[in-house]
């Protein structure tokens, strides 16, 4: 079975801490993708990052950086010097090879402080 | 900027109503998803389509509930009769053939059944 676990419900920061936002899941296959979604207060989710499961390298778009590690099974983010406007909720998703389903985690509200 | 566009946003009706959402996916994607989200469940794929063909919608409460691709620019989703428990936001998300490929999610519809 397929199972994302965001352990952390909510976090708050102060504005310009860095955060980092857990993802652990699990799979049998060997072949897999990895998403984050960002959910702001309007309510769309907007894609962040997808990594398929024979890329470890860590990947860094401006303040955002993603860590990936098949030994430990998670994918974490983390966001440098976090500003008021990355406060959402930040879900990480799961997709086997061959499939179109993606499977979602609880979710993880950040709330970033002036 | 392409984009998945959903109407309508917000819709409040009461118990027994019919309900219909429609989503008009990303031009020259031909995967169509349906999700639920609440906060009880999280987000729950309800139905999916590819190339209008449905191919998955085991999420879907089949008595009342009913997806459609009349044609490809347009994913319907309808509730009949509605419930005071079908209350949630209902994602419509699009994506390219391939599988496990970024769906890219609309702005949702938010219902409320009284």
């Known amino acids: 079975a397929q199972k994302v676990t965001q352990a952390q419900t909510e976090i708050s920061v102060v504005e310009k801490e860095d955060v980092t936002l857990d993802c652990v899941y699990e799979t049998r296959d060997t072949t897999y993708y990895l998403f984050w979604y960002k959910q702001p207060p309007s309510g769309e989710l907007v894609f962040l990052i997808r990594r398929n499961s024979f890329d470890e390298q860590n990947e860094i778009s401006g303040r955002y950086s993603w860590n990936f590690q098949k030994s430990t099974s998670s994918f974490n983010f983390t966001i440098t010097a976090s500003q008021v406007v990355d406060s959402a909720v930040y879900f990480c998703a799961l997709s086997a090879y061959n499939t179109d389903k993606l499977i979602f985690g609880t979710g993880t509200r950040l709330q970033v402080f002036p | 900027d392409a984009r998945v566009t959903q109407t309508p946003r917000h819709k409040v009706t009461e118990m027994g109503q019919e309900v219909t959402m429609r989503c008009q996916p990303i031009?020259?994607?031909?995967?169509v998803f349906w999700y639920r989200q609440t906060m009880m469940q999280g987000l729950e794929l309800l139905a999916y389509?590819?190339?209008?063909?449905?191919?998955?919608d085991s999420g879907m409460p089949k008595d009342r509930f009913s997806a459609e691709m009349p044609d490809a620019t347009l994913a319907t989703l309808k509730i009949q009769p509605s419930e005071p428990r079908d209350s949630a936001v209902y994602f419509c998300?699009?994506?390219?053939?391939?599988?496990?490929?970024?769906?890219?999610f609309g702005p949702g519809t938010r219902l409320t059944v009284l």
């Open positions: 031009l020259g994607h031909n995967t």
């Open positions: 389509f590819r190339n209008r063909a449905p191919l998955d």
């Open positions: 998300a699009s994506g390219p053939t391939i599988r496990t490929d970024t769906q890219y």
